[in-house]
């Protein structure tokens, strides 16, 4: 018996899975809380962008709709028709991306727990931490790869004494570089259980939370 075209289309999900955000997004970001941190504001951002645009390309096609009188020639009646069907789809389009910006911002207010507050000092010392872990990494695997890659060079070339001597002797223990790949983990992301509500309205939220022109 074949499935109800309603049915199959309501297991479809254009954006990102809630693993695929975690894992294959703010994870791969980088090694520190903080560079997922920083990947995550930049997700939320970018939703909070485009939420907006379509909040607004909404509204305008709800009044263009309600605004056409109903009508007897079939030109208007597929006019309306064909801005209803729209509507219909910008709304799914809509959720979809409320879906993200509710993951990522659970995810950026949790880990703004962990890291606690951004001064310009800290921010620096955020970011050269983060660097350094990632070097370490970029130097392990181009360890298991048979050597040190031009481009790992290039940034080493650009940091202290100190780290290059660190990182030097990562890249000549294949062996442990080998050992770190095998058992290395993802980092677990912190989790805070959903800080906005399921009835929460994501276009409050983003009026509220971003400025607006005068």
Known sequence: MMEPLAELLADYQP???????????IADAGPTLWAQYVQALRELH???VTLRE???EREDRRLIFEGMAQAAQPRKVLRRQRLKAGLTMLDLEIA????????FYDRAWKLKQEIGPI???RRNQLEAETWRERLRRMVRLDACNGGLQPRTIELMLNTPVEWRKELLAIAQDRDGAEDWFRMHEPMNLPYSGNVIGPKASIKQLISEGVPQLE
């Open 46 to 48: 970018s939703r909070v």
């Open 54 to 56: 379509m909040y607004f």
């Open 119 to 121: 001064t310009p000092q």
């Open 96 to 103: 979809d991306v409320e879906r993200q910006f509710r993951h």
């Open 15 to 25: 954006g990102p899975s809630e693993f695929a955000m975690d894992r294959h997004i």
